[in-house]
């Protein structure tokens, strides 16, 4: 049997409902027929305009908000990339019949991003349920029509007070996590005769606060350790479970026989750290004297070595599952490879190069290009460029840390 041929332009426009697309710049895209019914207007009145344009604040109702809200809940969705519901608004409509009346309404919107290949919001659908119709006919009209519709705004506006109780207090968590990571994720220290740059980009959002680390250890005979880590989760609990966890893998390396070795305690002391389950961490010893690089990977992305020549090596010959993620212990893998004089290392959690709906190849292969292409950099330039090749403009959803080591 033959699929079906679907016109989705055609599905779109037929949607019961009011739906419109809308760009991160608020300006109308697309409606669907019920929206430019109910809200009375023609298609050539909406799209390429301004969405407060076409539809401004009453100016007769001096408490009036349903735009200001309406636009905040829009922008939080292009900067988060995630879903906004609204509690229930009044947001009265100009006649486009009669300029200066206006049409009390009362709406339920939720906002919804659609996310474009580069991982950014491209579009902000934004769907309405009309209920004034419903709201005055609970009412039965009259005074108690009134009275029920002073009721459902009252209890609209305590909603919306609530939600931004919690969002300041969501925010207030968002600041004590970045500034425990910033006093846990120092500037590096002395690194011998290499150069190194490391950066931490937190993610958008109030909520998305996450436990990206780095670390740079000084180990016998001159050697360094490099090790970035992820641990699972958000905010101040996903914080505090990577100061654990850095703190652990820091004291283990320098201990340690190797790399694997180094994570096999990390990933025994990980089973009793509340959190610390299926956290991805990836070590790297480096011997200066040999110029040999050991490394193992818990299921993390594996590091990347350009040469002097722009030829990308990724460290992936020793990868593993994540910390705690086996019911059993087992030894961890490591390989090693030799470098060259003047090539550059660079270790990164995910969010530098995994975007939705994206095969990590892509972002890989991203990295690749941006690596070769600034090789000669030292390496602070290196990293700000990095991050300005492959981070969206208005950010990601998910931390990145970030190590560049001038070997």
């Not at 009721?151 to 500034?179: D, G, I, K, M």
């Not at 290499?194 to 606060?209: D, F, K, Q």
């Not at 690596?371 to 991050?387: F, I, Q, W």
Request: aromatic share 6%; net charge negative; proline share 7%.
């Amino acid at each position: 049997m033959a699929e079906p041929r679907i016109d989705y332009a055609a599905v779109f426009r037929a949607l019961p409902g009011m739906v419109a697309l809308l760009t991160p710049d608020l300006v109308y895209a697309d409606a669907n027929d019920d929206f430019l019914r109910l809200a009375g207007r023609t298609r050539e009145q909406l799209l390429g305009r301004y969405i407060f344009d076409v539809f401004p604040e009453n100016p007769n109702d001096p408490a009036a908000a349903g735009m200001r809200e309406t636009r905040e809940s829009m922008l939080r969705v292009v900067d988060t990339g995630e879903r906004d519901t609204m509690a229930l608004l009044r947001y009265d409509i100009e006649d486009a019949q009669r300029p200066g009346v206006w049409q009390e309404h009362y709406w339920s919107p939720v906002n919804a991003p659609v996310h474009g290949a580069d991982g950014r919001v491209a579009l902000v659908v934004h769907r309405v349920e009309e209920v004034t119709e419903l709201i005055h006919a609970r009412g039965g009209g009259g005074a108690r029509g009134r009275v029920l519709e002073a009721e459902l705004y009252t209890r609209a506006r305590e909603l919306q007070e609530v939600n931004e109780r919690l969002r300041r207090a969501h925010a207030r968590e968002r600041e004590v996590a970045l500034a425990l990571q910033a006093a846990m994720l120092p500037a590096p220290g002395p690194t011998g005769p290499h150069e190194a740059a490391v950066r931490y980009r937190p993610a958008v959002g109030a909520l998305n606060v996450c436990g990206d680390w780095y670390d740079l250890v000084d180990l016998p005979d001159d050697n360094l350790a490099v090790a970035v880590g992820d641990v699972v989760g958000h905010g101040l609990a996903a914080a505090c479970t990577m100061g654990q966890l850095r703190s652990a893998l820091s004291a283990a390396c320098r201990v340690a026989d190797g790399p694997a070795e180094a994570l096999e305690a990390l990933g025994l002391y990980a089973r009793f750290v509340e959190g610390a389950e299926a956290t991805t961490v990836v070590t790297t010893f480096i011997a200066r004297q040999s110029r040999t690089i050991t490394y193992s990977c818990a299921g993390h992305p594996p590091p990347a070595l350009v040469h002097p020549d722009g030829a990308v090596t990724f460290l992936d010959q020793a990868t593993d599952p994540p910390l705690a993620a086996r019911p059993e212990h087992l030894p961890r893998p490591q390989a090693h490879l030799t470098f060259t004089e003047g090539s550059t290392l660079v270790l990164y959690t995910d969010g530098l190069i995994e975007r939705r709906g994206e095969d990590i190849d892509t972002g890989l292969a991203r990295l690749s290009d941006s690596l070769t292409h600034h090789r000669h950099r030292p390496p602070e330039a290196l990293a700000d460029a990095l991050l300005s090749d492959l981070l969206p403009s208005t950010g990601t959803t998910d931390d990145t840390a970030l190590i560049v080591l001038r070997l």
